[in-house]
């Protein structure tokens, strides 16, 4: 990592790649279990998880990323561009986000070929509230209220980051004590859920709880300050930060991951994002920043994959309904043989990964190339 203007953690892209894939796997065995074929969706706790650990991994990565840029921004210019900052989100997320939610909502439906009978029943109730939601840039609420839009159910994630985004860069500006300001932000959320959990299982089914809990739920900026707080430290160059630098403790981690998915207790489940986010910060630490990690992932195939890693989460839903479509279409069974597992994860992890390269190289870039002129402090990264 180089230390003046230019920002670039070595590995990164690679990580984010597989978070990317760990989400299309469970959504491979979801929908499989959605349209009535043999699945692990049910049975296997790690392949159930992998979705979520892939998502507040993006979280953890993304308060990661940003509070060190802002930091750095806030160093060399003595401020934060905030509204230069929001032009760089919206040219970064704002493209692929809308044209998913348009293919979703006025393309797909009309798309017989790849119905899905479990959620497409659904689409055409509360449609116009559902549909005003995402265009606020709410998704994780409509999510909440409503149930999921078929092809489109992933984008509830956008929606947390960006406004998570739309905090961050007023709170880095104006704060005096970054830690301080992360470790309020965590407080305030934890306490916010432990009230409205109590709450909830008091109140009737049409309570505004019921909607209100589902979305706090999802809205886990507690793992983005999580990120954030390594940032901090990482940035002000802490020895306590470099406690966290070791092989063993990197395998550990990961070891300590899967061990939690399978034995947590039920009665402490909903808390242990917090925990997987902990776990998830020493492994980007360790990636990115340790000389000596064993994992070695920067090379020009995982900058390329990570690059498309966005598109790859937006896309993937579209492309498995594409791949199941297909394969019933041309008699195909879809079971639990090798052959056939074989056939629909190569297909849809090579179809979502070069339609995400498409997008990227011809649609998206359009917009990063804009980006660029409002880049105070550049990065490698095309977070």
Known sequence: MKKEEHIYFSGLNGLRFFAAIAVVITHIELIKYQSGFSDIWRNNKLVFELGS????FFFVLSGFLITYLLLQEKK??????VKKFYLRRILRIWPLYYLIVLLGFLVLPHIHFIDNPYLIKFLDTNFAPNFLLYLLFLPNLA???FAAVPHIGQTWSIGVEEQFYVLWPLIVKHSKNILKALLWVIGILITLKVIVLILYKQMPDNSALKIIKPFLAMTKMESMAIGGIGAYYLFIGNQKIKLLYSNALLLFSIAMIIVLVYFTPAVIQDGMYLVFSVLFLIIIL???SNPDCIFKLENKVFKVLGNISYGIYMYHLIIIAFVFAGLKHFGLQID???ISQLIVYTSTILGTVLLAW???????????DLKHKFTIIKSGSNN
């Not at 498409?358 to 990063?368: A, P, R, V």
């Open 53 to 56: 650990l892939g998502v507040i």
């Open 76 to 81: 060399v210019t003595q401020t934060v561009a």
């Open 143 to 145: 999510f909440a209220a």
């Open 286 to 288: 360790n990636v990115s």
């Open 336 to 338: 639990d043989s090798v």
């Open 358 to 368: 498409i997008s990227y190289s011809y649609f998206e870039k359009w917009f990063l």
